[in-house]
C-alpha cells in the first residue's frame, strides 16, 4: 500500500541531539533525486511465524493480518491492520492502529514509539525485531510544487503529489487520508480533473453531512413511491455521474447497513434504485476521503475489512500543516493571492517573524484554518495575535464602520460562531449529537459549523 512520508519537520532525533551516521532519513536533494531512507528489516523471531521476514521499499511498513498490510502475518491474534512503522527524520517510529492486542516494544506497551535497532516488537503472539540494513530507499518525489489548488514544496507534500499524479493518471479507486483542512477534497477534484473522465461530471456527497435514512437515495436514486415523500422519480449520484467521477466524502461515517451496497456497486459496477428491483449498471470512478485511520476503523469492526480493501486501491494520506512547516510561506503567499490580497499593504503577513509565529501554532485547522485565519487579518490588516485567537476574541469585536457592513458581520459572526462551539463542545465533552441537542439544532448542521471552523469533536 504506497503511502508517503509524514512527520518530517525536524532534524533532531527523539532524544534533542543532532542526527548523526545512524540518519535514517536524509533531508534536501542530492543529486540524481529525492531524499533518501535508510532501509529497514523485520523479522519475525518468535511465534507462530517465525523466520518470516520483510524488507522496507520505501518509508513505511503497515503490518496486520489483512492481505492488504505491506507484511502480512497469518495470526488470529494479529490485528487486521495491527500497527504501521514509519521512518521520519526523528528515526524509526511504531505506531499502535488501535489493535486488539497492542504492541509491545521491549517489554512495554506503546500507542507510538521510537524505535531502535534491534527492538522486540510483539504483537499477540508474534515478536519481530526491528534492523537497519545497510541500504537506503530513495522516496518517490514529484517534481511539481503544486497540484490542482493544492500547493507545497516540502518532502511530504512532493511525496504526496506523485501519488496524486499516479492516481489521475489511471482510472483506480482512491482513498484519501488525513486531518480535517489538509486538502482532500480539493486533492478529489484535481484528480478528476487530470484524469480522462475530465469533461464528464464530478458529483460530490458527503457521507457524515446526510442522515442515513436518506443517504442510500442519495447514492442510488429511488423510484417513485419507494417510501413516504418520494413523489417522483430520481437519480442518485452514481447515476448523475455517469462517465465521470463520484466523490463520497468522510466515507468513514457509512452507515453500516449501507456498506454492502457499497461494495456490490465497486465489486459489479451496477446499482439498484431504492424501491427498484432491477440493477442498471455505472461507469463511474469512485474518489473517497475520510479524516479517520480507516484501518483503526476495520481493526474496531466498525468498517467493513473488503470494502476498505476495494476503497484503498491507491491510499494516499494528506500530511497536516504540523508536519510541514516548511510549506507555510508558499501556502500564505498562495492564500493572500488567491484573496486577492494587495502584496503593499500586507507586508506584515510575510516577514519572517511572522512566519516562525505561524510555524509555532497547533492548527488543528490545518490549512482551511490559516486560510481563516489570514483572512481574518486582512479585515483588520494586520497580524493578529495568535495566542488571542487561540483564546477567543478579545478586543475583536470593535466594530469599524469605515470597512464593508458585510466583511464586518461576517467576521464578528465567524469569532462567534468559533467561541460558541468551543464553549458548547467543552460542555458535553466532545459529544456532538448532544451538544446538537443543547444547541437546538441538527446534527448535520453542527457537524458542517464545526468544519467550517476546523475544529475537531
Ligand atoms: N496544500 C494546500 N495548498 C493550498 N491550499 C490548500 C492546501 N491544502 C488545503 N488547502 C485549502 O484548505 C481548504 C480546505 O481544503 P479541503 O476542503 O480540500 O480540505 P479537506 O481535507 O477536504 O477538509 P475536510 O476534511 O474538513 O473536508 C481549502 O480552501 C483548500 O484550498
Redesign the pocket.
Known amino acids: 500500500m504506497p503511502t508517503v512520508g509524514q512527520e518530517m519537520h525536524s532534524g533532531e532525533t527523539a532524544e534533542g541531539g543532532k542526527l548523526q551516521e545512524t540518519l535514517p532519513y536524509e533531508h534536501g536533494r542530492p543529486p540524481g533525486g529525492g531524499p533518501v531512507v535508510r532501509r529497514f528489516r523485520l523479522t519475525v523471531v518468535e511465534g507462530p511465524g517465525v523466520g518470516s521476514t520483510w524488507e522496507s521499499a520505501s518509508d513505511v511498513c503497515s503490518i496486520g493480518s489483512h492481505p492488504l498490510n505491506d507484511f502480512p502475518l497469518d495470526d488470529s491474534t494479529v490485528s487486521r491492520f495491527h500497527c504501521e512503522v514509519r521512518i521520519g527524520p526523528r528515526g524509526p517510529r511504531v505506531k499502535d492502529l488501535d489493535s486488539t492486542n497492542g504492541v509491545i516494544v521491549d517489554g512495554v506497551q506503546v500507542a507510538d514509539a521510537y524505535l531502535r535497532g534491534g527492538s522486540l516488537l510483539r504483537l499477540g503472539r508474534e515478536v519481530l525485531r526491528f534492523d537497519f540494513s545497510s541500504e537506503t530507499n530513495r522516496l518517490q518525489l514529484s517534481e511539481n510544487m503544486r497540484f490542482g489548488?493544492?500547493?507545497?514544496t516540502s518532502v511530504a507534500?512532493r511525496g504526496c503529489f506523485a501519488l496524486l499524479e499516479r492516481a489521475s493518471a489511471r482510472d483506480v479507486t482512491v482513498l484519501l487520508e488525513?486531518?480535517?483542512?489538509?486538502?482532500?477534497?480539493?486533492?478529489a477534484l484535481a484528480i478528476h480533473q487530470a484524469g480522462s473522465r475530465r469533461d464528464k461530471p464530478f458529483i460530490v456527497v458527503d457521507c457524515g453531512a446526510i442522515p442515513s435514512n436518506l443517504l442510500e437515495s442519495e447514492l442510488f436514486g429511488h423510484e417513485k413511491g419507494a417510501f413516504t415523500g418520494a413523489l417522483g422519480r430520481r437519480a442518485g449520484a452514481f447515476e448523475e455521474a455517469h462517465g465521470g467521477t463520484v466523490f463520497l466524502?468522510?466515507i468513514g461515517e457509512l452507515p453500516p447497513e449501507l456498506q454492502p451496497k457499497l461494495l456490490r456497486v465497486l465489486e459489479t459496477r451496477e446499482i439498484r434504485r431504492v424501491g427498484s428491483n432491477t440493477y442498471q449498471p455505472v461507469d463511474i470512478r469512485l474518489i473517497a476521503?475520510t479524516?479517520r485511520d480507516l484501518r483503526a476503523e476495520v481493526n474496531a469492526g466498525r468498517f467493513r475489512s473488503d470494502l476498505f480493501f476495494r476503497l484503498a486501491v491507491l491510499r494516499i494520506v494528506?500530511p497536516s500543516l504540523r508536519q510541514r512547516p516548511e510549506?507555510l510561506p508558499l501556502?500564505v503567499d498562495?492564500?493572500l493571492s488567491s484573496l486577492g490580497a494587495d502584496p503593499e499593504r500586507t507586508g506584515a503577513l510575510r516577514t519572517p517573524e511572522f512566519i516562525a509565529k505561524l510555524r509555532h501554532a497547533a492548527w488543528p485547522g490545518?490549512?482551511?484554518e490559516l486560510?481563516n485565519y489570514l483572512e481574518r487579518c486582512l479585515v483588520f490588516e494586520d497580524a493578529l495575535d495568535l495566542s488571542q485567537e487561540e483564546a477567543g476574541p478579545s478586543g475583536s469585536l470593535e466594530l469599524d464602520p469605515s470597512k464593508p457592513y458585510a466583511d464586518q458581520r461576517r467576521r464578528v459572526m465567524d469569532d462567534f460562531e468559533r467561541r460558541y462551539l468551543r464553549v458548547l463542545l467543552e460542555k458535553h465533552q466532545g459529544k456532538v449529537a448532544q451538544a446538537a441537542v443543547t444547541a437546538g439544532m441538527d446534527r448535520v448542521h453542527l457537524y458542517r459549523l464545526l468544519?467550517r471552523h476546523?475544529i475537531k469533536p
Do not use: Y
Not at 489548488?149 to 507545497?152: C, R
Open positions: 489548488s493544492l500547493i507545497g507534500m488525513g486531518e480535517t483542512g489538509t486538502g482532500k477534497s480539493q486533492a466524502d468522510e476521503a479524516h494528506q510549506d501556502l498562495g492564500i490545518n490549512v482551511r486560510r468544519r476546523g
